[in-house]
């Protein structure tokens, strides 16, 4: 029997039903919430292991009594993350699942979801669309409903509690929607809550529901044919092996960049955490294997000057994290700067460098000594990557 179900993002996190609990403080809540799938993240100016926070929010929400929930999670959030959450929630708890918001409840033919910087448009399992909460409120929603009104009849809003502005731009969306003739509507709080309650009340969690049990978790890394429709992008999620030669790229528009990347690999946008905000692109065969794209203006594109802010803020770091610092390098007919981030289980070589009044920063990740599983689309994007308009 399910005896709680917990929201876990995009604006809180919280018991929504199962009695009451004790409310983390905001501030742990934002700095896991924030993290994504980075390992460490930042609370009062110190690193703390995200693991670990996740699991002193959820014995503080949960306590040691409950003895099993479902999580409902952002429906964008990468499978990587969902599994992170379900571990240190199964520290407290024994019994985990986990639903994405657009499976629970009432359901439609689409899906609409809002986040603090993107709403995502979901149409089916296999189909997920994210677009960018940029410019006025107005052309916003109208973006969402003219993308939504393609896809079905019947279009679900989803104005989560805790994200600015959500409830607002959800109505417009609806009001969008219904001027073109589809049946919206909102899922707000009330209806949220009340699809808690009815999930409480079953008495067989077998039953078949909208919940995906934490055994599926175990195959987070199976490839998935999905389509991804970012800043107006489509990219055709495929598998594929990463290390052959990059035969057939695609051009990739994010922000004020562009640059090509293989044909065939999945992009999404990764937002917060200790890094910058940035785009990844990643085969669908291989966990470890993926190209990062951040970028940020700069009043000077001086590389010396980069190359020292670069390394003032990787001596903030904990030693080991950062290595093999090289200001003045050359990749794919550039001049680079150059360092290794090193993860668990990979490691990400970055490449720095000035287009204009744009700095891009590229990152090659790959699992330890297995460079050349990266080193074509790497080359490929470094060589390719321009500043345009």
């Known amino acids: 029997m399910i005896e709680a179900v917990c929201e876990i993002g995009p604006g809180r996190l919280r018991v929504l039903t199962g009695g009451e609990r004790e409310s983390p ?3 742990l809540v934002d700095a896991a919430l924030q993290a994504g799938e980075e390992r460490l993240t930042l609370l009062a100016d110190r690193p703390v292991d995200v693991a670990q926070l996740w699991q002193c929010l959820f014995g503080r929400l949960l306590g040691t009594s409950t003895r099993s929930v479902v999580l409902v999670h952002p429906t964008w959030w990468p499978p990587a993350l969902v599994a992170v959450v379900v571990e240190a929630a199964r520290v407290s708890v024994p019994h985990v699942s986990t639903c994405p918001r657009a499976e629970f409840g009432e359901t439609a033919d689409v899906s609409v979801e809002i986040g603090p910087d993107h709403v ?6 296999d189909a997920l669309h994210l677009e960018a909460r940029w410019g006025a409120v107005e052309n916003i929603a109208d973006r969402v409903a003219q993308l939504a009104s393609r896809y079905g009849a019947a279009v679900r809003v989803d104005a989560p509690d805790g994200v600015p502005g959500a409830e607002a731009l959800g109505a417009l969306i609806v009001t969008g ?4 003739n589809r049946a919206g509507w909102l899922f707000d709080e009330h209806r949220l809550r009340v699809a808690a309650t009815r999930m409480v009340e079953i008495e067989n969690p077998e039953s078949p529901r909208p919940v995906r049990a934490h055994r599926s978790l175990r195959h987070v890394t199976r490839a998935a044919a999905a389509v991804a429709v970012l800043i107006g992008i489509a990219i055709v999620v495929g598998v594929r092996d990463p290390g052959e030669p990059v035969s057939t790229t695609k051009e990739l528009v ?14 999404r946008r990764v937002i917060g955490g200790t890094g910058s ?12 294997t993926a190209l990062h794209i951040t970028q940020s203006r700069v009043a000077s594109g001086d590389m010396a000057a980069i190359a020292d802010a670069l390394r003032t803020a990787m001596a903030a770091e904990p ?3 950062f290595v093999d610092f090289t200001a003045a390098d050359h990749r794919a007919g550039r001049s680079v700067v150059t360092y290794r981030e090193v993860r668990p289980g990979h490691d990400i070589r970055w490449n720095v460098f000035v287009d204009r009044d744009v700095r891009i920063s590229i990152g090659c990740q790959s699992a330890p000594g ?20």
Request: charged share 30%; with cysteine.
């Open 25 to 27: 403080p905001t501030d």
């Open 120 to 125: 995502a448009v979901r149409a089916g399992p």
């Open 177 to 180: 929607l219904r001027a073109r």
């Open 254 to 267: 994010e922000g004020s960049i562009a640059l090509r990347i293989p044909e065939g690999w999945t992009v």
């Open 277 to 288: 905000d940035r785009v990844q692109v990643a085969p669908a065969a291989d966990s470890e």
């Open 319 to 321: 030693p080991g994290v």
């Open 370 to 389: 297995r460079f050349d599983a990266i080193d074509a689309a790497c080359d490929e994007a470094v060589r390719s990557a321009r500043v345009i308009g």
